[in-house]
């Protein structure tokens, strides 16, 4: 079970990626997956 440091470490480097491979793109998975954040659902 990874603590929640490395947890947020991963996304951030995922999220990081795939900015780089789609820039414009906002995904939409991955903030209905995590609901409990409390971030505005579309980031532009």
């Known amino acids: ?5 490395e947890k947020r470490r991963r996304e951030y ?12 793109v906002v995904d939409v998975k991955d903030d209905m997956s995590d609901p409990v954040r409390g971030l505005p659902k579309a980031r532009i």
């Open 1 to 5: 079970m990874p603590t929640r440091d």
């Open 13 to 24: 480097k995922e999220r990081k990626e795939n900015k780089e491979k789609n820039p414009v």
